[in-house]
């Protein structure tokens, strides 16, 4: 199985971890949630797979978190849900899923728990921070 990136390319965190996955050999399926939201169970099973909860999964930074009162307690998981089917943004990027699992890869490095360093070889993120140095 291919990994499977939902990406935002304005998203540094995101265009880390695609860059990451590419690096490591991988052709990722990209899909541009914003312009592509997931299903409501493809979102389901993300967050289920993933071992976060609904609330864990929510983006607050540059969405509409707030005017809808989301951090009062009395929304349930389907109507968290609901609000992210309405407003994609809310759901925060990048999921990816491999053939090891699925994480929310924030920050990028989560990635390697689902894929092999070894794949990846030395990294350097976008803003110079090292993820994975250079052997030698």
Known sequence: MNPIIYHNPKCG?????LAM?????TEPEVIEYLKT??????????IKDSGLTVREILRKKGT??????LDDEKWTDTQLIDFIEE???LMNRPFVTTDKGT??????DVLLEILDEEQIG???????????PAKG
């Not at 996955?21 to 050999?25: E, I, V």
């Not at 509409?64 to 009162?69: N, T």
Request: aromatic share 4%; charged share 30%.
């Open 37 to 46: 939201p997931p299903s409501r169970e493809t979102l389901e099973k993300l």
């Open 13 to 17: 965190t995101s265009r880390n971890t």
């Open 21 to 25: 996955l590419k690096q490591a050999g």
């Open 122 to 132: 030395a990294f350097t993120k976008e803003d110079g921070e090292i993820v994975i």
């Open 64 to 69: 509409p978190y707030e005017d809808l009162g």
């Open 103 to 108: 994480r929310l890869c924030r920050p990028s």
């Open 87 to 89: 407003h994609p943004i």
